[in-house]
């Protein structure tokens, strides 16, 4: 396992002390030569404090006995089923135990994290922002992209366009996740008001992804923005159609790459990135492996490894046209799309689910560029 560093260095006030120099003065001095003694202590003391405060860092820093991680039990979220289901992040981790919990939704993985639950989470870039908005900047660094696309609304077959919404009830995930303020935002462009507490011109109710399947079947629901596989089941399983593919609202003009937008991204408690750099550089060797993995195997064998992955996670393998259609539909790449986040950011504050504020500090890419052959960037919210 590499051990090198990633490129981040903590430095902790008060670790060591100066020691105390005893000078006797001699009372013929003259006084300037008084204040230069002063000011030669001062000097050397300054010296000595620096020194121990550069070699802080290697006895402040280990790998972690264990690192916590989350993920989600969705495609669009594969490199961490890949990566735990083929072994990439264990073995780059070695001797760092590999725990793992399984969430459904982006604001309940950051609750973990902030309680220490998980050290690290993949997740959807609007919870990522929430938490750091909400924390001014002292919760979370993102460390990496995960995936692009594979997000959709979709609606009963008798809705034609947006206009056909008015009165008509749709589901995300969760309040302040990433599909839930891409709902909100695209219907407040349409000219509709939808309020948090699920009233407005569209009611909006957050549901959990399995439930939002059954209530659209039982017709209790009119549609959903959801990510796959979740859009595709709908669509497959349940005869909806897609009223809005996410990727045909980004034309390119923040990244650069017409049709990608993130969906998920790799997070870390800062705390933990501090504490433990190496461990969260094995962690991103470990999810390169998954990546490249996934953008170089064929698609039969890709499909069915997610899959085993998946019915190891949810109990519940997919049906093949469910895990085709889906794969599809998604870009997986380490590049989290910074230049998307203010965007991002405002599309929350829009739906009404977070608050305006700096983002400079949310991405530390650092270690990723030291690992990954393709380089990306942080668009001057952060180090890379």
Do not use: C
Not at 92 to 111: D, Y
Not at 148 to 159: F, N, R, T, Y
Not at 216 to 224: E, I, M, N, V
Not at 280 to 297: I, Q, R, S, Y
Request: charged fraction near 20%; charge should be positive; proline fraction near 5%.
């Amino acid at each position: 396992m590499s051990t090198s560093r990633p490129g981040m260095t903590r430095i902790v006030a008060g670790e060591s002390q100066t020691p105390k120099r005893r000078r006797a003065l001699e009372v013929a001095l003259a006084v300037g030569l008084v204040l230069l003694i002063s000011v030669g202590a001062v000097v050397a003391s300054a010296v000595a404090r620096d020194s121990n405060a550069t070699a802080a860092p290697d006895a402040a820093t280990t790998p972690a006995a264990e690192l916590k991680l989350g993920y989600f039990g969705n495609i669009t979220h594969a490199p961490a089923l890949v990566g735990v289901q083929k072994g990439f992040i264990a073995k780059e981790l070695g001797g760092t135990k590999l725990s793992t919990q399984v969430f459904n939704a982006g604001p309940a993985a950051i609750e973990a994290l902030n309680a220490g639950a998980i050290d690290a989470t993949y997740i959807g870039p609007n919870p990522a922002i929430n938490s750091f908005v909400k924390s001014k900047g002292e919760s979370v660094s993102i460390i990496a992209g995960t995936a692009s696309g594979g997000a959709q609304l979709v609606v009963k077959p008798e809705i034609k366009t947006a206009a056909d919404l008015k009165g008509k009830t749709l589901a995300s995930p969760q309040l302040g996740g990433t599909q839930d303020v891409a709902l909100r935002a695209w219907l407040g462009k349409q000219g509709y008001k939808t309020n948090t507490d699920g009233g407005g011109e569209v009611a909006i109710n957050p549901t959990e992804n399995a439930q939002t399947l059954k209530l659209f079947q039982d017709g209790k629901l009119d549609g959903a923005w959801l990510p796959e596989p979740w859009a595709s089941r709908l669509v497959l399983q349940a005869g909806a159609k897609v009223l809005v593919d996410e990727k045909d609202l980004w034309d390119g003009s923040l990244t650069g790459k017409p049709g990608e937008f993130p969906t998920t991204i790799l997070i870390v408690n800062k705390k933990f990135a501090a504490e433990h750099p190496q461990t969260v550089e094995a962690l991103l060797k470990g999810h390169v492996g998954a990546v490249k993995w996934l953008n170089d195997t064929p698609a039969a064998e890709k499909a069915a490894v997610v899959n085993a992955a998946l019915k190891q996670d949810a109990g519940k393998a997919l049906a093949q046209n469910v895990i085709d259609r889906s794969l599809k539909n998604i870009v997986f790449t380490v590049d989290p799309l910074a230049g998307t986040y203010k965007k991002l950011l405002q599309d929350g504050v829009d739906a009404g689910t977070t608050k305006q504020a700096d983002l400079n500090g949310l991405f530390d890419l650092r270690a990723l560029n030291s690992v990954a052959t393709e380089k990306t960037t942080a668009a001057g919210l952060g180090q890379d």
